[in-house]
């Protein structure tokens, strides 16, 4: 009889259970997109040659603009504030090479001073994340393409020990959702995050050696974020941070992680995923993207 019970009780669930019913899709445009993330310039390494050789080449790509998935320079967080202001510059000369519009996502590594080995004090004008703002505009955003609702998040949540740790914030959570609901209904939305929102990354990455006091790897308060998706038409978020190619789908989502420019922070490959970006085709309320290599070649070989 227990068996009889079990039986009744999963025919009663809901049809939709892993994939929620969503409103109509509104027709879109058909149209391509460059997801760039992870450059982490700087004059070492060859890292700005590398920046350089991966923008002349998208730019050669059939795209209508370029979308940075963060961590636009390595180190913003731990270095001086005239250290910090030239790889900002380097960032920007080398990005003019794309030749395309560019919407960027703030990554942790565009934060300045918030590490405890950086010279910035809390008081400068440009600490933390104002210097991104100075240099990129707003952490969090959306605009319109072809039919198509792009929201770019801000998922770097800088704590009150010098440190980051992954988190939409409840200021930005009351803006998404006001965002969303404005929307006209059924329209296909787009999302980019650096940090990511779903990821198997704890799965097959080994552990650290020391667990770190707050998580980084993920946004911490993620399902705040996937409950909302659930109710209108993601075709996917587009995601950077862990330097790896993957893609998690959850309730009909692609959670798809866009490798590096960098790779390894140009040591070579990060778990396999050598230095790239990706192209995205936008057609028919699907997204298919494709990873490109650009064939840099690091002085100081480290692949994981």
Not at 224 to 235: A, R, S
Request: include cysteine.
């Amino acid at each position: 009889m227990a068996g009889l019970v079990t039986a009744t009780t999963f025919s009663q669930r809901p049809a939709f259970a892993l994939a929620p019913q969503r409103p109509p899709l509104k027709p879109h445009e058909p149209f391509n997109f460059l997801f760039i993330t992870d450059t982490h310039i700087e004059p070492e390494l060859n890292a700005a040659v590398g920046c350089h050789d991966c923008f002349v080449q998208a730019s050669k790509e059939k795209a209508d603009f370029a979308l940075h998935g963060g961590d636009h320079v390595y180190d913003s967080m731990k270095v001086s504030r005239a250290r910090s202001l030239a790889l900002r510059d380097l960032y920007t000369e080398t990005a003019q090479t794309l030749h395309l519009p560019v919407y960027n996502t703030i990554g942790n590594h565009d934060c300045m001073g918030i590490y405890n080995e950086s010279d910035v004090l809390a008081s400068d004008p440009l600490y933390g994340k104002k210097f991104y703002q100075d240099r990129f505009g707003p952490t969090y955003y959306s605009f319109d393409h072809k039919g198509v609702h792009f929201i770019v998040l801000d998922s770097i949540g800088i704590t009150d020990d010098h440190s980051y740790e992954g988190r939409i914030n409840e200021a930005q959570l009351n803006w998404l959702r006001q965002d969303l609901e404005h929307m006209p209904v059924g329209t296909p939305v787009i999302v980019s995050v650096h940090i990511p929102l779903v990821t198997a990354m704890e799965d097959y990455d080994a552990p650290p050696k020391q667990a770190p006091k707050h998580m980084g790897i993920r946004v911490i308060n993620a399902w705040e974020v996937v409950d909302l998706f659930d109710q209108y038409n993601v075709l996917a978020v587009f995601q950077g941070h862990t330097h790896v190619l993957e893609t998690v789908q959850w309730h009909g989502v692609p959670y798809i992680t866009g490798g590096a420019v960098s790779g390894n922070w140009w040591h070579g490959t990060r778990l396999g995923t050598p230095e790239g970006y990706m192209v995205v085709q936008v057609e028919n309320g699907r997204v298919t993207p494709s990873y490109r290599t650009y064939g840099f070649q690091t002085i100081s070989p480290h692949n994981t």
